[in-house]
């Protein structure tokens, strides 16, 4: 099968979206693991299908799958991107509103990038302690859209991302489905840097409900007030907003693309 796509990017986080509104794709695991495949592919951290949605707030829907082909409720970057793409096939509307897994998210294109609103945080969990390889260990927990374990380090750049993401990733702790985690760096007061280590997909250069998650546990425990800045391995600084009971949160950052294509899967 011949597959149209679009590949786009937000702060480095990377997919592939591709217009389903006709209902003619359906993906296996192993195809969007294909599409994801940097060398055998074309390359992203995920594959996000547009779907027609009848939701009385929402006129579309999407379908968002991770590199290994699980699907994901939300992803912050990717509906910066999938609103931009929206948007761009529908006479570049400024705000765009659709339905995810966790509900619906309403974006608008502006002059200093996308914002997307996000779901209120649930499941906040502060000043735990957990078991590791390396020792106990303090993390903060709060799903943004998906669940985020916080652990706040010294330097970010010499966290062990790769091990340590993967084993608190599936510790019993976060059973039976797995959390997103995230190391964050102080810079500054209301300004952070984070590296994050994503279910099925590992690190990757930003995150955007990972961005949410650290900037809203950064106000908890260092009394950020909002605007927070976070800075992300790709380079990208992102501004998460916010109210005082951590609800409203707003995630503004680059939604870029960057080519369209034909690939057979």
């Known amino acids: 099968m011949q597959l149209a796509f679009t590949k786009m990017n937000g702060a480095g986080n990377d997919f592939v979206l591709i217009d389903n509104r006709e209902k003619k794709v359906c993906l296996s695991a192993i195809q969007v693991a294909k599409l994801c495949h940097r060398q055998r592919g074309v390359g992203a951290d995920g594959v996000i299908l547009w779907k027609d949605c009848d939701h009385n707030e929402a006129k ?8 290994d082909g699980s699907e994901a409720e939300m992803c912050g970057n990717g509906a910066r991107c999938f609103a931009r793409f929206v948007a761009n096939k529908t006479a570049n509307e ?17 002059e200093n990038g996308v914002t997307v609103n996000l779901t209120d945080p649930e ?3 502060l000043n ?11 993390v903060h927990s709060v799903n943004t859209g998906v669940p985020h374990a916080v652990l706040f380090v010294k330097n970010a750049d010499a966290a062990m991302v790769d091990d340590l993401g993967e084993e608190i ?3 019993s702790h976060y059973a039976p ?11 500054a007061p209301g300004h952070i840097r984070v590296r994050t280590y994503e279910r099925g997909v590992g690190e990757t250069l930003a995150c955007g409900t990972g961005v949410s998650a650290s900037a809203l546990i950064a106000s908890k425990i260092h009394d ?17 907003n916010f109210n005082s009971e951590l609800r409203d949160a707003q995630l503004t950052g680059p ?4 080519y369209e294509g034909i690939i057979e899967i």
């Open 60 to 67: 579309w829907a999407w379908q968002f799958f991770n590199s």
């Open 94 to 110: 400024n705000e765009v509103s659709f339905l995810t897994g966790c509900g619906v998210i309403r974006a608008h294109l502006g």
């Open 123 to 125: 499941d906040l969990r």
């Open 128 to 138: 735990e302690s957990i078991d590791l390889s390396t020792g106990l260990c303090e």
């Open 169 to 171: 990733r599936r510790h």
């Open 177 to 187: 489905h797995g959390t997103n985690v995230n190391f964050v760096q102080m810079l």
């Open 224 to 240: 950020f007030k909002p605007p927070v800045k976070v800075e992300v391995l790709g380079g990208d600084v992102l501004s998460v």
């Open 255 to 258: 939604a870029e693309f960057v």
